[in-house]
């Protein structure tokens, strides 16, 4: 186990595997989302759908990897390593995470009491605006410029106060956009399918414009990293360019699958539409032949 700070070594293939650390809030996160997950589909009582556990346990063991693993040994040396996290944070674990039905599994196992508190939570004025599909946008978009472009990214790197809140807030934000967009679990307002679709073909522009920001742009945190004890790796900008690739080029292959997600639900809501369509159609056109059949029958009177 290697302890994260200055003068590490240099980060080989071998220590990418090897190196890890406990974060003790990491792993008390990752704990509770897990073990309070198991306890629902265990209380649930009934069938569960396979599917949604594994997605759910895939995104918090994500977690729990970008915490303790060399990622985060190495998330105060590296630019790219940091870069990496805030992908996962903010779009893989969400994904994964509101893939799993959490509330529709609090829904199904809590106390009465806690599932109409959040009932009157769902159906309240905030989170109906807060699952806009503008507000949602805007949750997921906003992060990383606000992350890079006020300062805010030098003062993570030298606080793990505000490391850790950074790391919630993109979690939060994912969450917010992930389970508002999906639609799997219950959300405080729906929108359908063919805009969440076209919303999010539309946030892809939005990892190349940040991507070029970071790549072309300034080097940051230029103080940190020039007191870091690194002799090894690559160049500060070309770090940099490295961690503008992994927002870029991993933000969009980690979109792919929500994509898809996206996709799949339109095309069913849009054959359960036409089927329903069909439905009444058959019911009217029976009627009608019901109504008319004797004058069909009897073409000569």
């Known amino acids: ?12 293939a071998a220590r990418l595997l ?30 569960w759908p396979a599917r949604r556990t594994v997605a759910f346990g895939a995104g918090v063991l994500l977690l729990g990897v970008i915490g303790c693993s060399a990622i985060a040994v190495y998330d105060d040396t590296l630019f790219w390593t940091r870069a990496l996290q805030g992908v ?12 799993g039905a959490p509330l529709t599994l609090a829904r199904d196992t809590l106390p009465a009491p806690a599932v109409a508190t959040l009932g009157r939570l769902r159906r309240s004025g905030p989170a109906r605006a807060l699952c806009a ?23 993570e790197l030298e606080s793990a106060a505000v490391s850790g809140l ?22 405080p307002r729906t929108t359908h399918h063919g805009l969440t679709l076209g919303i999010a073909i539309a946030e892809v522009v939005t990892d190349g ?11 940051l945190a230029v103080a940190h990293y020039t007191g870091v004890d690194r002799t090894w790796g690559p160049s500060p900008r070309d770090d940099q360019a490295i961690g503008a690739g992994v927002w870029w080029i991993g933000g969009d292959l980690a979109g792919l699958p929500f994509l898809a997600a996206i996709a799949a639900r339109f095309a069913a ?14 019911a009217q056109e029976a009627a009608g032949e019901r109504g008319s059949g004797l004058w069909w029958e009897q073409p000569g009177r």
């Open 1 to 12: 186990m290697i302890v994260p700070g200055a003068g590490l070594p240099p980060l080989t």
């Open 18 to 47: 090897t190196s890890w650390t406990a974060a003790p809030g990491v792993l008390g996160g990752v704990a509770v989302l897990g073990g309070g997950y198991g306890l629902g589909v265990r209380r649930l009582g009934g069938p």
């Open 88 to 99: 996962v944070l903010l779009v893989v674990a969400p994904m994964l995470l509101a893939a």
């Open 133 to 155: 599909p503008g507000i949602a946008t805007l949750a997921l978009v906003a992060p990383p410029f606000v992350l890079y472009l006020t300062g805010l990214y030098p003062l």
């Open 166 to 187: 950074v790391a919630l807030g993109l979690l939060a934000a994912g969450l917010l956009y992930a389970v508002s967009r999906l639609q799997i679990d219950p959300v």
């Open 209 to 219: 414009v940040l991507g070029l920001v970071l790549w072309l742009g300034p080097l």
């Open 269 to 282: 809501s849009d054959a359960s539409e036409a089927r329903r369509i069909d439905a009444e159609l058959d």
